[in-house]
């Protein structure tokens, strides 16, 4: 029997390509660590609350506006420190490899205004994260990780924190729709979510033609994509999606008291 998409650690067609054992030695190492961190994220309270069956349907959805919160809250600096260190990147990479950098990030902007939208689907005030919202720890922690790699001027540690972003996003991305759905979660609190498990922007094989052409003409740059990779998952996603569970949880539980005291 064939697994489904959704279910397989990373993509078929990974596997179908050899690519040289140097680099080969690298993809497994990245694609060992990102089947590591699909482990970890299955023992979250966030995601353990999320599977549960008798799950609070309140509750799922302010953990749903809550991580949209979060997500609006870091991506527009996470793109600008992105697009900083491609640009660094430009002199000493060939047009191509720059073009297909660029290319990662050209629909990112749109996620903004798709988890913003679900955001306030699910009952959340764009005027509060406009004017009132404060940006939380784990929020600013990704946003200036991404301006460290751009200050830093290391394209190569880019590409090591971007793969977990564009590999691991869309099968978590499928995971997340399938249990929204089964919850009966409208389309209109979906939007960013149906985006991000659309298997036309899986990025999966673009990231890995990225990181053979860089390792093929930059035999240094391994470090820097190791380095790149460990520094990204020490903010993110766990430390994101647990902000967002603990806010979730906080609220309902206050809301849940408030109906149990009137």
Not at 22 to 39: H, K, N, S
Request: hydrophobic letters at 40%; aromatic letters at 6%; glycine letters at 4%.
């Amino acid at each position: 029997m064939t697994t489904p998409a959704s279910e397989r650690p990373f993509p078929q067609e990974q596997r179908d390509i050899a690519p040289p054992p140097q680099i080969g030695d690298l993809i497994a190492w990245l694609d060992t660590r990102m089947g590591l961190l699909l482990c970890r994220i299955e023992t979250t309270g966030f995601w353990r609350t999320l599977t549960s069956p008798s799950v609070d349907h309140e509750l799922l959805s302010e953990m749903m506006k809550q991580l949209h919160l979060e997500l609006v809250s870091y991506q527009a600096d996470s793109i600008q420190g992105a697009i900083t260190a491609i640009a660094h990147a430009s002199r000493s990479m060939p047009v191509k490899t720059v073009k297909m950098m660029l290319s990662t990030q050209a629909d990112r902007f749109g996620v903004i205004d798709l988890a913003l939208r679900d955001y306030v689907a699910l009952g959340g005030d764009d005027a509060y994260v406009r004017d009132d919202h404060r940006t939380s720890p784990a929020a600013h922690a990704v946003a200036s990780l991404w301006k460290t790699v751009a200050d830093q001027k290391d394209p190569f540690a880019f590409l090591g924190a971007l793969y977990p972003v564009e590999c691991l996003t869309p099968i978590v991305a499928q995971r997340l729709k399938a249990v929204l759905r089964k919850h009966g979660f409208p389309a209109s609190a979906m939007e960013s979510v149906e985006f991000l498990s659309d298997p036309e922007n899986d990025r999966t094989l673009l990231m890995r033609r990225l990181i053979e052409d860089t390792v093929s003409r930059n035999p240094g740059s391994e470090r820097s994509i190791r380095e790149g990779l460990d520094r990204l998952l020490a903010v993110y996603p766990i430390p994101v999606w647990t902000t967002a569970y603990e806010r979730a949880v906080a609220k309902w539980e206050q809301k849940t008291l408030r109906r149990l005291a009137a």
